[in-house]
């Protein structure tokens, strides 16, 4: 958990993990509509204020649900091959948002800040800014192991797997395949391996 910095009393990381199992209750349950910290602090006895004091907006809360956790991005390539790593990387987004409290909390954030870049850019640009952090290494390594090709952007991966799994998740109404993940994972192999 996240703990405070700067003066002042280090944060209680048990409360914050009361706060949030709570929120992913809500969540899962009712939706983004459902996320009040009034409910919050009923379920959990903890008091508003010491919720507003860490999150500020359920926006906020919500978001910490979306993009939070202490996972990085798996990292397979060297041991196991690019098919592996590609495939590693689209079961996390996949299964992510696909659990009902994500998939409320993304939504909602999405809905909550449409057309405010600024708080879009608050909420979101750490995560970000690190998750292509970590791809960009796996991809550099790839290219010098000689697994994908030189002109292939990591950028423009991160929004093919993210973009395409985030919308199948999330807002598409076909029924998914059972062996979706293979397939967009295949897609995305055939597309960055080098060609002999």
């Keep these: 958990m996240k703990q405070a910095t700067g003066r002042g009393r280090p944060r209680d990381a048990e409360i914050d993990r009361k706060i949030l199992d709570a929120a ?3 969540l899962a349950e009712g939706g983004y509509r459902a996320l009040a910290f009034d409910s919050i602090s009923q379920m959990t006895d903890i008091p508003r204020s010491m919720i507003y004091r860490r999150w500020p907006t359920k926006a906020h809360l919500a978001n910490e649900i979306s993009t939070g956790g202490d996972d990085g991005l798996p990292d397979v390539i060297d041991a196991e091959g690019l098919d592996a790593q590609v ?8 299964d992510r948002y696909r659990r009902p409290d994500i998939a409320a909390a993304a939504i909602g954030v999405i809905a909550a800040t449409q057309g ?3 708080v879009q850019d608050e909420l979101g640009a750490k995560a970000e800014t690190a998750a292509r952090g970590e791809l960009s290494a796996i991809v550099a390594r790839g290219k010098a192991a000689g697994l ?3 002109a292939s952007s990591a950028d423009t991966l991160f929004d093919m797997i993210v973009g395409t ?3 199948r998740a999330l807002f598409s109404m076909k029924p998914i395949p059972p062996d979706y993940a ?3 994972t295949r897609m995305i192999v055939d597309g960055l391996a080098v060609r002999p």
């Design 24 to 26: 992913r209750t809500l």
């Design 87 to 94: 495939l590693a990387l689209v079961h996390q987004v996949f």
């Design 182 to 184: 293979e397939q967009v």
């Design 165 to 167: 799994l985030i919308y």
């Design 148 to 150: 994908i090709d030189p």
């Design 116 to 118: 405010d870049r600024t």
